[in-house]
């Protein structure tokens, strides 16, 4: 007769994205049994971030060994250009990194960071939606707005990562030729007009202007240093303040319905899932307008435009999953 009973496997999902640091702690079954988010504080340094991602692991350990469980894996979605297998970010515009390896610079044991597993934020969103599905269409595609812009492609429930993990930047595909320039040091990509960014750039334009908006009771925050919050929109656009259902309806979806169409006249999806923060707090309004503007794009049919299910679930959940694959992997070449 054992004298202690075996600990209960525990799983970690991290969506580090432009704005905040989600963490979510999941069981054995996909059960999320602890969260937290931080701002991820990105304007103060990649080390800075990392520090702080470090920190909110080995808090989340702690909570895990009390309640029982053991830390079996790790998951850490970063929205960029992220090569899996050499843990390799080769850039992340929102977050001002270039050729970096962060799980190999956090300060951590290192069998805790053998137990950890990097890939694309949006990539892990698409997962954890996948995850829900009973039955997977043939091409999904997932277009997730905040922060930054990014994308995900499944075919037959499978990612489709490209060469070093490059597929699915959406963000960064050219909707108007030398347009305004982007984070990632070119010009004219979508994210540089639709990315949280690029709304603080209309905004801060119209205050300046003296532009009447209820916009300006909902922020109480720093637009120079901080993107605007999905809520302060929210606020304004179910008040029906003029000038952000204007920013929101005719040049936000319009401009997503621009990048959408390059996607969907390429793969024709049978589905397109939305998710992210804008999509989160304002999507169920949205769609119907972005479907609108997307129609007159496409030159074969409209898909389903679909809000992502998980919500802000989604990210960490496909990182969970994607660490205990990693964890299986492991396992099969240790003859286990």
Known sequence: MALFAAKKKGYL???????????????????PIFHSKIDTEAKDGYLHVIDRVS??????KKWLDE????????????PGLVQSDTGTVFVAP??????????????LPQEWKDKTVLLN????????ELHLMEQQPDCVVA????????????????????????????????????GRKCGCGRSGCLEAYIGKWALNHQILKALDGKRKTR???????NLKKQPVKSSSLKKAYEKGDSFTVALMEEYYCQHLAAGLSQTVNLLAPDCIILGGGIMEAMGAELIPVITQHLSAMCIGPTPNLRLAELG??????????????????????RGA
């Open 13 to 31: 999902g991290m969506d580090l994205g432009g704005s905040n640091l989600y963490s979510v702690a999941f069981d054995a079954d996909w059960r």
């Open 67 to 78: 309640e029982g469980y053991d830390l079996a894996g790790i998951g850490l979605g970063v």
């Open 143 to 178: 277009y997730f707005c905040g922060t930054g812009i990014g994308g995900a492609v499944s075919l037959r429930g499978e990612l489709i990562e490209g060469k070093d993990g490059a597929a699915g930047e959406v963000g960064h595909m050219i909707v108007r030729h030398g």
């Open 94 to 107: 929102n977050l001002g990194w270039t050729h970096c390896k962060p799980i190999r610079d956090m300060d």
């Open 215 to 221: 916009l300006k009771s909902t922020i109480s925050y």
């Open 312 to 333: 802000d679930l989604a990210g960490p959940m496909g990182a969970a999953l994607k660490a205990k694959d990693a964890e299986n992997s492991f396992q099969k070449r």
């Open 121 to 128: 934020d949006v990539n892990a969103g698409l997962l954890g």
């Open 55 to 60: 920190a909110q692991i080995e808090s989340l």
